[in-house]
């Protein structure tokens, strides 16, 4: 593991949360009989990938489907995931999650292209659940402490799959892309450089991942332990803010000096990123790791990190 935070371009970021999620929030203009009105209607709408481009999974209810027979401009918005404890701290520091901004022409898939388009939905479930059923004791335990309303991206899309009836299907023609920091500050993005969310082992399961580690307080001290062993930081709490192919991003609470003045030094605690780097072909030996913790009490787990940075 590297110490140094490897800077993901904003492509990259893009990619990460397209590929991780399955659910995003569609605005498009609301229109009657005479035309568009200019006022936007916005909703949940699910979304997968087909060569290439994101198609939409929009309840057949849903205004939307009105709106864009009249105006097919639409914007996307998909955030990344930030579940169970790790949500409730972002609301607290008054943060956003990062989230990826698409504009584009919204047009229904034609009806003799529907069939295959489920097919390919199914497959891709197929292709997730097939991955999962291999996946390590560690790793099962991980997911498994994900809390009850923490998905990953196969199971909320089987969910919609068993009701594909009631919704229609659209293309989402990008026209533009922009990634949307915790901040709000905005990012463009190149087209080019944007590119299509390939078959992951990882990211469409990174959600039952991250919320698995942070419900586990001792997983959470491994965290913690990570962040004095390689930046020399002591934390009080930390928690898995997001994870990737490259590496894992934790918020941890550090101290931070106020003044240096006489002979006491002040300090107060701030939540702090942290940018954790490995080989993508370490990573489940990275988890397996993190459960090896579990076995061990709190004053033997810094000896254990000699261990752990075996795999980094």
């Not at 991942?209 to 001290?221: A, V, Y």
């Not at 934390?235 to 931070?256: E, T, Y």
Request: proline share 4%; glycine share 4%; aromatic share 10%.
């Amino acid at each position: 593991m590297k110490n140094k935070a490897a800077v993901l371009s904003f492509a990259q970021r893009c990619r990460n949360i397209l590929a991780s999620n399955w659910e995003a929030h569609l605005h498009t203009i609301k229109a009657d009989a005479e035309g568009s009105k200019g006022a936007i209607h916005s909703s949940k709408v699910y979304y997968t990938f087909h060569k290439g481009r994101p198609l939409l999974l929009v309840p057949e209810g849903d205004l939307h489907n009105m709106n864009m027979i009249i105006d097919e401009r639409g914007s996307l918005s998909v955030c990344s995931n930030v579940p169970g404890p790790l949500l409730r701290l972002l609301r607290s520091l008054k943060k956003l999650p990062a989230r990826v901004a698409l504009t584009g022409d919204v047009v229904p898939v034609k009806d003799k292209k529907v069939q295959a388009v489920i097919d390919s939905l199914n497959e891709s479930v197929l292709r997730e659940h097939k991955i999962a059923s291999k996946f390590s004791h560690s790793v099962s335990a991980i997911l498994t402490s994900a809390g009850p309303k923490c998905n990953s991206r196969s199971e909320g899309l089987r969910n919609i799959l068993n009701q594909i009836q009631s919704y229609n299907l659209y293309k989402f023609n990008i026209g533009s892309c922009a990634y949307m920091d915790g901040s709000d500050d905005t990012h463009d993005v190149d087209l080019e450089d944007l590119e299509e969310p390939k078959t992951d082992l990882l990211l469409p399961f990174s959600a039952k991942l991250i919320d698995g580690i942070n419900q586990s307080q001792t997983r959470r001290r491994a965290l913690m332990l990570f962040c004095f062993e390689y930046f020399n930081a002591i934390a009080r709490d930390a928690l898995m803010l997001s994870i990737d192919q490259n590496g894992f991003d934790v918020l941890a609470k550090v101290p931070q000096k106020l003044n240096s003045t006489g002979v006491a030094q002040q300090y107060q605690y701030h939540w702090k990123e942290f940018r954790f780097i490995f080989n993508f072909s370490s990573i489940f030996s990275f988890f397996s790791s993190i459960e090896e913790c579990l076995k061990l009490s709190p004053c033997c787990l810094l000896p254990n990190l000699v261990t752990l940075s075996y795999w980094f």
